[in-house]
Every structure is written in C-alpha cells, then in structure tokens.
C-alpha cells in the first residue's frame, strides 16, 4: 500500500522560512514525478513545483520562483520543499503528489496535506 507521509508545516511570519518534507513508501518510484500542490481557502488548487526522479527536471509556477526549491532524496523516496521568504499570499494546505513521468502508466499518489500560514 502506498502512503505518502509529510511533515513540516506550520506558522510562520512573512519573510520567515519553512521546509516541507513528504516520505513516500509502498513501492518503486522511479520515472515518477514528484511534487507539491497547494490549496488556499476559496481557491482551485495549484501545482507549486515539480521534479522528475533524476532530478535534472524541475517546474516551479512563477509566484515561488526564487524563493522555493524542491529536491528530492531517492534514497529514501522522499521528496523537500525548501520556502524561503515566505508571502502571505503562500498561505494553503500543501499537498505532495506522485505521479508517472508518462501520463497514464500508472497511479497519482497523494499526501494527507499540511497547512503552512503565514502571517503578515
């Protein structure tokens, strides 16, 4: 059974920093694509940055980039979000999400979800 397990939300002030860490396990993850999503309240949920099991590949949507690094550990299947200089516009649940490098060969896997709020 696959879980996706994240850590690391939680308050912080504007300018301030977090590190959002998601643990994957139940199976392998090679050519899958690991990455965060977001959901502010009242919004549609957005793709926040990506990166391809290589590494070699990232995507980032403009309103983070500069300030947020994804990386991943294939070590231990687990993927980070480093957030520097954090807005409050960043406020949201964050999701973790796995999926195929090759739309449909194979299963979209998704964490429980953390909140990070930022106060202004």
């Known amino acids: 059974q696959v879980q996706l397990v994240e850590s690391g939300g939680g308050l912080v002030q504007a300018g301030g920093s977090l590190r959002l860490s998601c643990a994957a396990s139940?199976?392998?993850?090679?050519?899958?694509?690991m990455g965060w999503l977001r959901q502010a309240p009242g919004k549609e949920r957005e793709l926040v940055a990506t990166?391809?099991?290589?590494?070699?590949?990232?995507y980032y949507t403009d309103s983070v980039k500069g300030r947020f690094t994804i990386s991943r550990d294939n070590a231990k299947d687990t993927v980070h979000l480093q957030m520097n200089s954090l807005k409050p516009e960043d406020t949201a649940v964050y999701y973790c999400?796995?999926?195929?490098?090759?739309?449909?060969?194979?299963?979209?896997?998704w964490g429980q979800g953390t909140q990070v709020t930022v106060s202004s």
């Open positions: 139940g199976r392998t993850f090679s050519s899958y694509v």
């Open positions: 990166i391809t099991w290589s590494g070699r590949r990232t």
């Open positions: 999400n796995v999926r195929p490098l090759v739309a449909g060969t194979g299963y979209t896997y």
